[in-house]
């Protein structure tokens, strides 16, 4: 039973020493490593002389608040809000895409 506990801390010990941490990054880090990307490439990041287009700026179009419907494990229903916001990134070459996140 001792060397069964002592084992498993060693094993726990040596996978948490090596095992990688992931990190998601912020969207400036990303642009950041989009662009280091585009530089080693000389600028071209498909490699057909066409550049990769990156997002210029983000906008807030539409911020709004909602009321939806929960339903507990009993089936009794219950009501929450939560915030839409729709935004909008304009990219290098012109054009736009619009979308919506829903924070709790």
């Known amino acids: ?26 969207k400036k880090d990303i642009l950041r490593f989009v662009g280091h ?11 057909h002389g066409h ?6 700026r983000t906008s807030e179009i539409c911020r709004r608040c909602e009321t939806r419907t929960g339903y507990r494990p009993c089936g009794s229903v219950y009501y929450y809000n939560v915030t839409v916001v ?5 990219y290098s ?4 895409r619009t979308y919506t996140r829903t924070i709790a």
């Open 86 to 90: 729709t935004y909008r990134d304009y």
């Open 37 to 47: 990307q585009l530089s080693k490439n000389n600028g071209y990041g498909n490699g």
């Open 51 to 56: 550049c990769t287009p990156y997002v210029v």
């Open 93 to 96: 070459n012109g054009s736009s």
């Open 1 to 26: 039973m001792k060397t069964t506990l002592i084992t498993l801390a060693i094993v726990a010990t040596a996978l948490i020493g090596f095992t990688p941490q992931a990190e998601a990054g912020t």
